[in-house]
């Protein structure tokens, strides 16, 4: 199921929904925006992608149903800039390069620093442990226990995935999760709504 199809199927609001795709440089996140906004599917030329080093923006629109998608460059020197994007996030894509467990630390400290943000106090959290083609990618649960402890409380879950899959699954059920949460959130908004006008 192509990603527009899925937001048809899910749709539950015509407000626009703002997504921030975060992670350290190289873990694959422009690659995963770039088939995104290719409906889900493998048919994006992804093979002369080149690290960001500022900001990459799609709006993926379908039936009224508009999703904002951010992704921002992970270069140490660009981190620093990541607070200027966080508010107003519905939901944020922490992306992990599952196949470099030497850098594992370094992402959950990263992942940490945001999430303590004000602006994301309540942002569901959607961890796409990347690269999962390879012999040396690492499984879920090991990138989970990781990045795990520096999300408190807070609704996440980890998806595993290879932006370079032809069918694309990992990235598909990830996505599915995050308009699912989108929906939890306008039915509570709108339920909340009701109770205000006395409905």
């Not at 527009?4 to 694959?28: F, N, Q, S």
């Not at 993926?60 to 990541?82: A, E, M, P, S």
């Not at 959607?126 to 609704?155: C, H, Q, W, Y």
Request: proline share 2%; with cysteine.
């Amino acid at each position: 199921m192509g990603l527009l199809a899925l937001l048809r199927k899910l749709k539950t609001t015509d407000e626009e929904a703002r997504i921030l795709i975060l992670g350290l440089d190289a873990a694959g996140k422009t690659t995963i925006l770039t088939v995104l906004s290719n409906s889900g599917t493998k048919k994006a030329d992804i093979e002369g992608i080149v690290t960001t080093k500022g900001f990459n923006i799609k709006q993926l629109q379908n039936d009224g149903f508009k999703l904002n998608v951010w992704d921002i460059g992970g270069q140490k020197n660009i981190r620093t800039y990541w607070r200027n994007y966080v508010p107003n996030t519905d939901i944020l894509i922490w992306v992990v390069d599952s196949a470099d467990a030497g850098r594992f630390d370094e992402s959950a400290t990263e992942l940490g620093n945001i999430v303590d943000d004000e602006h994301l106090k309540e942002c569901p959290v959607l961890i796409f442990s990347n690269k999962s083609d390879l012999l040396s990618s690492r499984d879920k649960e090991e990138v989970a226990a990781k990045m795990k402890p520096k999300l408190g409380g807070r609704t996440f879950t980890v998806q595993q995935c290879s932006a370079k899959d032809d069918d694309c699954e990992g990235l598909q059920k990830g996505m599915e999760w995050c308009i699912n949460q989108l929906s939890l959130k306008a039915k509570a908004k709108k339920k909340g709504n009701s109770t205000r006008s006395g409905k």
